[in-house]
């Protein structure tokens, strides 16, 4: 089952949100969760925390990042296990105030001791390490990973062995010291190593080289705390396999699963010259079931203004229950006459149809969605009054808009996930060969070392949004940002789409098949090893260069961006189209002319649709087919695969013809099947002119049987509307019949 579903079913008794997460940058801890409500998402903590505080923010006043949680039922299995454990470990402090207290000290202290083992990575590059030997001699040990922690350590790791222990691990001691031999070559000194020389490619890495020792060298003058080096044992946590016994209450977190999560997060760089840091970093994410996270983006930047004017754990949690809270009491509104109908469709059928829709123009939707008088987007009424704002405009209620039936994949729609952007930046030529890494499952990496986390999450969500829909499950292998700590997250999935500020993911080959810099706005393809400029659909397994399919949609993308403000609708239109006369081809139901182009077609798309059948999407496809037969209120599949054929054919027999419009007429009756007919014939595809055109056929027969269904279509509540929207040629056709 694919999931699908309407927001204002049982609207009362369902969340808009699951979780706010309200994480920080600490001097002494780095990246760490300040705060979770209502629950924890059961998510590892200091990962979660490095998803929140995204590398680089330092650099900048904020930012935004999109990040899912669960991706699949062992990851989210993992995750409850650990919910449970983090519940029950807090709920076991409350409760008992002098451990809670004792604890507190204890991580206090071990904070001062690791002080200088600070866990935020800012910077990653390789280089050549040397050892300097007894002989007075620079001895080669070849190429290592050179990691740098924000203000404590670095460390040096074997090329090819990344999940392995560190060779060295540099510390801030009082023996450290360094000397830059020559440009591009640095020495250093420790207690733990014989003296190390580093052979740095760029003088930028050089500069932030030195900058890490020099920052070390002032933290081992600071004076250290003999009360923190004491007890060896610091570090043990309390038991988490006893509290909830001890304190009688049940765990509230149910054993069911938790759900596939879309968190949108703002992180916030405050300067505050009274820290020790100089500024203040706090990020705030909210984690739904529903895809549109992107409504709340107004929300987070009220609430984190609100938070960082906080101080404590009780005020934070209960600044984030306020957030839980204003959210999911929302209410829908609706206009009168644009309420709902009571209708035996089911929420699947609703929905599948609506995904369906999604490939019609804003015209087309609009008209469909007033047939069925069921609007496609609700509005959510919720009042956010946050502390000391609520006596301000932050006291009305917000208004925020939502789609009744969310595509699971589409993300962040709007501005802030734009297929038109991605076209702008690398062209078109690039940009296809960019979506078809993503159609065939292929691996794709966007980087960027000088853009915004939310510029490289954009581009992710975007590459998404070429294949979804009529494709879905993108987003479980998607990463719209991430880092080097999150490696092991990512390299294990298929087909893996990803965002990073990284540098080292351009000189990983073995990581990726396709990487997109957003500094230069270059697509280099792994196999080729060169620009993928030179050639039009060069990678990812996609057909030859010069097809005629490529050829047309490079036009008809091209003519889409010259839309004004359509232009995104106009370029979603053309993707949603041209994604599915592919998939059709490779499901054998596609419609030619001819079967000479119809061998053309199938042979020149012969490798990407194969490996395609190959990536999570085609599971997903074959499982939604599969429903939209059960769901589907139009019986037999005759009906679509005639309408393909009025498109596409010109040497359609009379009889033919005759067969064709008594199906139509038989099989239409109801406006649930009247909707369903609509949905094959976009309006990007013509609309209703393959049908209406046979109003002029030569045929009498086919004349009198092309009228017979407009009027049935006339007959059916809500549809006149349709017959009049025929250009007046073709209803002048209709209503000539008709006398």
């Given at each position: 089952?694919?999931?699908?579903?309407?927001?204002?079913?049982?609207?009362?008794?369902?969340?808009?949100?699951?979780?706010?997460?309200?994480?920080?940058?600490?001097?002494?801890?780095?990246?760490?969760?300040?705060?979770?409500?209502?629950?924890?998402?059961?998510?590892?903590?200091?990962?979660?925390?490095?998803?929140?505080?995204?590398?680089?923010?330092?650099?900048?006043?904020?930012?935004?990042?999109?990040?899912?949680?669960?991706?699949?039922?062992?990851?989210?299995?993992?995750?409850?296990?650990?919910?449970?454990?983090?519940?029950?470990?807090?709920?076991?402090?409350?409760?008992?105030?002098?451990?809670?207290?004792?604890?507190?000290?204890?991580?206090?202290?071990?904070?001062?001791?690791?002080?200088?083992?600070?866990?935020?990575?800012?910077?990653?590059?390789?280089?050549?390490?040397?050892?300097?030997?007894?002989?007075?001699?620079?001895?080669?040990?070849?190429?290592?990973?050179?990691?740098?922690?924000?203000?404590?350590?670095?460390?040096?790791?074997?090329?090819?062995?990344?999940?392995?222990?560190?060779?060295?691990?540099?510390?801030?001691?009082?023996?450290?010291?360094?000397?830059?031999?020559?440009?591009?070559?640095?020495?250093?000194?420790?207690?733990?190593?014989?003296?190390?020389?580093?052979?740095?490619?760029?003088?930028?890495?050089?500069?932030?080289?030195?900058?890490?020792?020099?920052?070390?060298?002032?933290?081992?003058?600071?004076?250290?705390?003999?009360?923190?080096?004491?007890?060896?044992?610091?570090?043990?946590?309390?038991?988490?396999?006893?509290?909830?016994?001890?304190?009688?209450?049940?765990?509230?977190?149910?054993?069911?699963?938790?759900?596939?999560?879309?968190?949108?997060?703002?992180?916030?760089?405050?300067?505050?010259?009274?820290?020790?840091?100089?500024?203040?970093?706090?990020?705030?994410?909210?984690?739904?079931?529903?895809?549109?996270?992107?409504?709340?983006?107004?929300?987070?930047?009220?609430?984190?203004?609100?938070?960082?004017?906080?101080?404590?754990?009780?005020?934070?949690?209960?600044?984030?229950?306020?957030?839980?809270?204003?959210?999911?009491?929302?209410?829908?509104?609706?206009?009168?006459?644009?309420?709902?109908?009571?209708?035996?469709?089911?929420?699947?059928?609703?929905?599948?149809?609506?995904?369906?829709?999604?490939?019609?123009?804003?015209?087309?939707?609009?008209?469909?969605?007033?047939?069925?008088?069921t609007p496609m987007e609700v509005d959510l009424l919720l009042t956010y009054t946050p502390g000391d704002l609520s006596h301000t405009a932050a006291n009305s209620k917000m208004k925020l808009r939502a789609p009744i039936y969310p595509i699971e994949d589409n993300i962040?729609?709007?501005?802030?996930?734009?297929?038109?952007?991605?076209?702008?930046?690398?062209?078109?030529?690039?940009?296809?060969?960019?979506?078809?890494?993503?159609?065939?499952?292929?691996?794709?990496?966007?980087?960027?070392?000088?853009?915004?986390?939310?510029?490289?999450?954009?581009?992710?969500?975007?590459?998404?949004?070429?294949?979804?829909?009529?494709?879905?499950?993108?987003?479980?292998?998607?990463?719209?940002?991430?880092?080097?700590?999150?490696?092991?997250?990512?390299?294990?999935?298929?087909?893996?789409?990803?965002?990073?500020?990284?540098?080292?993911?351009?000189?990983?080959?073995?990581?990726?098949?396709?990487?997109?810099?957003?500094?230069?706005?270059?697509?280099?393809?792994?196999?080729?090893?060169?620009?993928?400029?030179?050639?039009?659909?060069?990678?990812?397994?996609?057909?030859?260069?010069?097809?005629?399919?490529?050829?047309?949609?490079?036009?008809?993308?091209?003519?889409?961006?010259?839309?004004?403000?359509?232009?995104?609708?106009?370029?979603?239109?053309?993707?949603?189209?041209?994604?599915?006369?592919?998939?059709?081809?490779?499901?054998?139901?596609?419609?030619?002319?001819?079967?000479?182009?119809?061998?053309?077609?199938?042979?020149?798309?012969?490798?990407?649709?194969?490996?395609?059948?190959?990536?999570?999407?085609?599971?997903?496809?074959?499982?939604?087919?599969?429903?939209?037969?059960?769901?589907?209120?139009?019986?037999?599949?005759?009906?679509?695969?005639?309408?393909?054929?009025?498109?596409?054919?010109?040497?359609?027999?009379?009889?033919?013809?005759?067969?064709?419009?008594?199906?139509?007429?038989?099989?239409?009756?109801?406006?649930?099947?009247?909707?369903?007919?609509?949905?094959?014939?976009?309006?990007?595809?013509?609309?209703?002119?393959?049908?209406?055109?046979?109003?002029?056929?030569?045929?009498?027969?086919?004349?009198?049987?092309?009228?017979?269904?407009?009027?049935?279509?006339?007959?059916?509540?809500?549809?006149?509307?349709?017959?009049?929207?025929?250009?007046?040629?073709?209803?002048?056709?209709?209503?000539?019949?008709?006398?």
């Amino acid at each position: 089952m694919s999931g699908e579903y309407s927001i204002l079913d049982n609207f009362d008794k369902k969340k808009l949100v699951e979780n706010v997460v309200l994480a920080e940058f600490d001097i002494d801890r780095g990246a760490s969760i300040r705060c979770q409500y209502p629950l924890p998402t059961g998510e590892d903590e200091q990962h979660l925390a490095e998803m929140m505080l995204p590398d680089g923010v330092h650099n900048r006043k904020e930012d935004w990042t999109v990040f899912f949680l669960n991706r699949d039922e062992k990851v989210a299995a993992e995750n409850l296990q650990r919910a449970k454990q983090q519940w029950e470990k807090k709920e076991f402090l409350k409760r008992n105030p002098e451990v809670a207290a004792a604890q507190a000290k204890k991580q206090e202290l071990i904070q001062q001791r690791e002080r200088r083992k600070v866990a935020l990575r800012t910077e990653a590059f390789e280089a050549l390490v040397y050892e300097l030997n007894n002989e007075v001699e620079w001895v080669s040990k070849g190429k290592v990973w050179v990691f740098l922690f924000e203000m404590g350590r670095i460390e040096l790791k074997d090329i090819n062995k990344m999940d392995s222990e560190s060779r060295y691990t540099i510390n801030a001691t009082a023996q450290l010291d360094y000397a830059s031999m020559e440009s591009l070559y640095s020495c250093t000194y420790s207690d733990s190593y014989p003296p190390l020389g580093l052979r740095l490619s760029y003088l930028e890495q050089q500069n932030h080289y030195t900058a890490q020792i020099e920052a070390m060298i002032q933290i081992s003058n600071s004076p250290p705390n003999p009360e923190a080096d004491l007890d060896p044992s610091l570090e043990a946590d309390i038991p988490t396999n006893t509290p909830t016994a001890q304190v009688n209450i049940p765990c509230p977190i149910p054993d069911d699963l938790p759900p596939f999560l879309y968190c949108l997060n703002k992180v916030v760089n405050k300067s505050d010259n009274t820290v020790r840091r100089g500024a203040v970093v706090k990020a705030l994410a909210i984690c739904s079931r529903h895809s549109f996270v992107h409504i709340y983006r107004p929300l987070l930047i009220l609430a984190l203004d609100h938070i960082q004017t906080l101080s404590n754990s009780t005020e934070y949690e209960a600044a984030l229950k306020e957030i839980y809270d204003s959210i999911n009491n929302a209410q829908p509104s609706l206009p009168p006459s644009q309420n709902p109908k009571k209708s035996s469709l089911s929420s699947v059928y609703n929905s599948i149809m609506y995904r369906r829709l999604e490939s019609q123009s804003k015209s087309g939707r609009a008209a469909m969605s007033n047939i069925y008088q069921t609007p496609m987007e609700v509005d959510l009424l919720l009042t956010y009054t946050p502390g000391d704002l609520s006596h301000t405009a932050a006291n009305s209620k917000m208004k925020l808009r939502a789609p009744i039936y969310p595509i699971e994949d589409n993300i962040g729609l709007g501005e802030h996930n734009q297929i038109s952007q991605l076209i702008t930046r690398f062209g078109v030529q690039n940009f296809l060969t960019i979506f078809n890494a993503a159609l065939t499952g292929k691996r794709v990496v966007f980087v960027g070392k000088h853009c915004t986390s939310e510029e490289l999450s954009n581009c992710v969500l975007a590459t998404i949004s070429t294949v979804c829909p009529p494709l879905r499950g993108v987003s479980k292998r998607s990463f719209p940002y991430t880092n080097l700590a999150n490696l092991a997250s990512f390299l294990g999935i298929p087909g893996y789409i990803i965002g990073t500020a990284n540098p080292i993911f351009e000189e990983r080959k073995e990581w990726w098949d396709l990487l997109c810099n957003l500094d230069t706005n270059k697509v280099l393809d792994s196999e080729l090893d060169k620009n993928a400029n030179s050639k039009l659909g060069s990678s990812s397994g996609n057909i030859g260069p010069g097809s005629k399919l490529d050829v047309e949609v490079v036009e008809k993308l091209s003519s889409a961006m010259n839309g004004g403000s359509n232009s995104e609708d106009n370029v979603r239109v053309v993707m949603r189209n041209y994604v599915q006369m592919i998939l059709d081809i490779g499901m054998n139901v596609e419609e030619f002319k001819g079967e000479a182009e119809r061998k053309i077609a199938v042979e020149m798309n012969s490798k990407r649709t194969e490996q395609w059948k190959k990536s999570n999407t085609y599971e997903y496809y074959e499982e939604d087919l599969a429903l939209w037969v059960k769901e589907r209120k139009i019986e037999g599949g005759d009906v679509p695969l005639y309408v393909r054929r009025l498109r596409v054919k010109k040497d359609i027999s009379d009889a033919e013809m005759i067969k064709m419009f008594d199906t139509f007429t038989k099989d239409i009756s109801t406006e649930e099947q009247l909707l369903e007919f609509l949905s094959y014939m976009p309006e990007s595809k013509g609309g209703l002119y393959p049908i209406a055109v046979s109003l002029y056929h030569s045929s009498a027969d086919v004349r009198r049987r092309a009228a017979e269904l407009f009027k049935r279509l006339d007959s059916i509540s809500g549809s006149s509307s349709l017959l009049q929207g025929l250009n007046l040629f073709l209803y002048s056709g209709f209503l000539r019949q008709c006398t």
